[in-house]
T-cell receptor, first 112, second 114 residues
Framework: KQEVTQIPAALSVPEGENLVLNCSFTDSAIYNLQWFRQDPGKGLTSLLLIQSSQREQTSGRLNASLDKSSGRSTLYIAASQPGDSATYLCAVSSNQGGKLIFGQGTELSVKP | DTEVTQTPKHLVMGMTNKKSLKCEQHMGHRAMYWYKQKAKKPPELMFVYSYEKLSINESVPSRFSPECPNSSLLNLHLHALQPEDSALYLC?????????????FGPGTRLTVL
């Protein structure tokens, strides 16, 4: 059974710092991995999608990497801003109708 | 247009009420999903529709009844809910069931059951 873990559960950093969020999964037979952002009480915003054959994806200040063999992904946020404060969720896609299996999330707070 | 819309944004209902949640997308996606999310927890899959047919039901109680009347619309009918059903209900869509595609989420409906 696929399990997804995110570390740390919460992170507080000063503005301008570069940071890394971690995601690990137990079964390497994934189709892809998706990183989401969720603001309190809101829906999920897709940040990056990495296919199983890819090593990384970039969008602006965000860079996500994937090491399928070791069951790990990282989300790198450069030059963090207070507006980056949110919960970040990673999810892997299984072979069951596109079912996403989520980690518990990392709650990020960027202090001005 | 990469938008999934959900109505209403908030819903308060009693345990004897019948209500419906609505989800709409106009991206031509043929797979649509309902998720339930409790506070401080990740979303949990409830139902998956593919080409307007129910593909996955994650053992959800019958007081939740999904419906997909056309390729753009997904409903969730609610009846005789319990207070523990209070949660954020999220709709999502994807091009198809093949797991290579990005899944897009709506803003959610915040449901409170009294």
């Amino acid at each position: 059974k696929q399990e997804v873990t995110q570390i740390p559960a919460a992170l507080s950093v000063p503005e301008g710092e570069n940071l890394v969020l971690n995601c690990s999964f137990t079964d390497s037979a994934i189709y892809n991995l998706q990183w989401f952002r969720q603001d309190p009480g809101k829906g999920l915003t897709s940040l990056l999608l990495i296919q199983s054959s890819q090593r990384e994806q970039t969008s602006g200040r965000l860079n996500a990497s994937l090491d399928k063999s070791s069951g790990r992904s990282t989300l790198y946020i450069a030059a963090s801003q207070p507006g980056d404060s949110a919960t970040y969720l990673c999810a892997v896609s299984s072979n069951q109708g596109g079912k996403l299996i989520f980690g518990q999330g990392t709650e990020l707070s960027v202090k001005p | 247009d990469t938008e999934v819309t959900q109505t209403p944004k908030h819903l308060v209902m009693g345990m004897t009420n019948k209500k419906s949640l609505k989800c709409e997308q106009h991206m031509g996606h043929r797979a649509m999903y309902w998720y339930k999310q409790k506070a401080k927890k990740p979303p949990e899959l409830m139902f998956v529709y593919s080409y307007e047919k129910l593909s996955i039901n994650e053992s959800v109680p019958s007081r939740f009844s999904p419906e997909c009347p056309n390729s753009s619309l997904l409903n969730l009918h609610l009846h005789a809910l319990q207070p523990e059903d209070s949660a954020l209900y999220l709709c999502a869509s994807r091009v198809g069931l093949l797991s290579y595609n990005e899944q897009f989420f709506g803003p959610g409906t915040r449901l409170t059951v009294l």
